[in-house]
């Protein structure tokens, strides 16, 4: 048996059996993978992994290798890959009865569902993000939001938001794939609230709303991943993070466009309150939004971005 590791993509013949083999394990590839791990026998391909980023995924053997050790070869292969790539916190999410295998293999649980399970190779890893967060007194609250760019909209539901409590914490989305980067958006986000005196602006890591820490590419049935994501995310901020910070109400902004931030604040609606958990959606400013100003960066509609965004934000997108 001997495993290669491939950028994508993937040849057309790889690519074949590669889904082939996910198929037939009852997985999907959803498409966003770095690295493919493929361990082959006598020519066949027997066992498959892949690497997004931080997180680990679509791991598979094909039925007749099963116990001979190839999922764990295959695991440990892409674990060098990244460990050779400057990666070190990894992150894997699986259906739960494959807990205790991976748990073998040196992952712990960050957050499990009735569907989906959450695990880091760190063991500390939630615990080192939250220790290094500071605690407030009084009723805090929270508000999760990827700003990209912040606009004068992000800054009436945070003002909103911050009236409303004694403490409120905002975390930035820290996750790539934005028009401005985790670092820019962060610091639009601060720059932009600095006046407000109860508002505490933090990254995100990767435990808040975050796609590629949360893939779904187990659940067969696609129309299903989006809620699976969902749930993972929101209890893993009910379950661990909101208790740890006094966080008793949460804050997010209507959502007319988006279908999947629109169903997101749905299941918040459901999740939170069972979870002893206020939520309290925001009526959006009409006429603004992130989308929009990023259309208007696009065709340099530069004086009509002006009139949507806090000044700061405005110096960023110049530069």
Do not use: W
């Not at 909209?153 to 401005?180: P, Q, T, W």
């Amino acid at each position: 048996m001997g495993i290669s590791i491939y950028n994508t993509p993937l040849s057309e013949r790889q690519h074949k059996e590669y889904m082939c083999l996910l198929e037939a394990c009852g997985l999907r590839d959803e498409g966003d993978a770095d690295i493919v791990a493929l361990m082959t026998e006598d020519g066949d391909l027997i066992a498959c992994g892949a690497l997004a980023g931080r997180t680990v995924k679509q791991l598979a053997v094909d039925s007749d290798a099963e116990g001979q050790g190839a999922m764990a070869a295959v695991l440990s292969a892409l674990i060098a890959e990244a460990y050779a790539r400057g990666i070190h916190r990894l992150f894997l999410c699986t259906k739960p009865e494959n807990l205790r295998m991976f748990r073998s293999m040196g992952f712990h649980t960050v957050i499990e569902t009735t569907d989906a399970v959450l695990l880091e190779n760190r063991k500390d890893g939630l615990e080192s993000f939250l220790a290094s967060i500071p605690k407030y007194d009084g009723v805090c609250g929270a508000v999760v939001c990827n700003c990209d760019p912040f606009t004068l909209g992000h800054r009436h539901l945070i003002e909103y938001a911050a009236s409303h409590c004694d403490n409120l914490y905002v975390f930035a989305v820290s996750e790539k794939g934005s028009m401005f980067s985790p670092e820019e958006r962060l610091e639009m986000i601060r720059k932009g609230t600095a006046d407000i005196e109860n508002c505490h602006v933090f990254e995100s890591d990767l435990y808040l709303i975050s796609r590629a820490t949360f893939p779904a590419y187990f659940i067969r049935d696609e129309s299903r991943a989006d809620l699976v994501k969902s749930d993972l995310d929101i209890e893993l901020f009910c379950r661990r993070i909101a208790p740890a910070l006094n966080i008793s109400i949460r804050f997010a902004g209507e959502e007319p466009f988006s279908p999947v931030t629109r169903a997101y604040n749905e299941r918040m609606k459901e999740l939170l309150p069972a979870n002893g958990i206020a939520f309290e959606e925001i009526p959006r400013l009409s006429e603004i939004s992130a989308g929009k100003v990023r259309s208007l960066i696009k065709d340099g509609e530069f004086e009509k971005i002006r009139e949507m965004v806090p000044e700061s934000t405005y110096e960023v997108i110049q530069r």
